[in-house]
């Protein structure tokens, strides 16, 4: 993969940089309800892609080789060394209550966001290092009530893109 990076300030602008290339981002969600049981966290299915341009999310729920690289169920495994903006967002089906949204790098939480108190729904956004050759990532959740997730495209997704090559 070529990355052409084009420094704007030799047209006149100042401080801005664009990159252009076939950089890995996917877009996946729940085609379909997942129950999850009360205070465990729990790796979220997301069966449909809407775009997965590297090839690099495991929509099954089994592990499988992708790029070369053994991929989890339910994970994005990059082929390309990089820092990735990863966003999500998730909705129970019925009963408020608390959620906490959760990424998991490698098979451990790498980060916890805010526990969402007697609302429907929750997201998370952060950005995080990939080595490019292993690194994965998913995206967990914890219910305080068990109970089904709401699925859908508007509902509960998940989005990861290359933001800056490493």
Not at 54 to 65: I, R, W, Y
Not at 75 to 96: E, H, L
Not at 111 to 122: N, P
């Amino acid at each position: 993969m070529s990355v052409s990076v084009i420094d704007a300030t030799s047209t006149g602008s100042t401080g801005t940089v664009m990159v252009s290339g076939n950089m890995p981002a996917f877009s996946v969600y729940q085609s379909s309800t997942q129950t999850l049981s009360t205070t465990t966290d729990t790796l979220i299915q997301f069966q449909t892609k809407e775009f997965d341009t590297a090839g690099a999310f495991n929509n099954t729920g089994s592990a499988v080789t992708l790029n070369g690289l053994s991929v989890p169920a339910y994970a994005f495994c990059p082929p390309v060394a990089g820092y990735y903006q990863f966003n999500a967002n998730i909705r129970v089906g019925s009963t408020s209550t608390f959620i906490r949204p959760e990424i998991w790098k490698n098979g451990s939480k790498y980060k916890d966001f805010t526990e969402a108190s007697v609302q429907a729904a929750s997201s998370a956004a952060c950005i995080v290092y990939c080595n490019g050759t292993g690194d994965y990532v998913q995206f967990y959740a914890l219910f305080g009530a068990g109970q089904a997730t709401s699925g859908g495209s508007n509902d509960c997704w998940f989005q990861g893109i290359l933001v800056r090559a490493a």
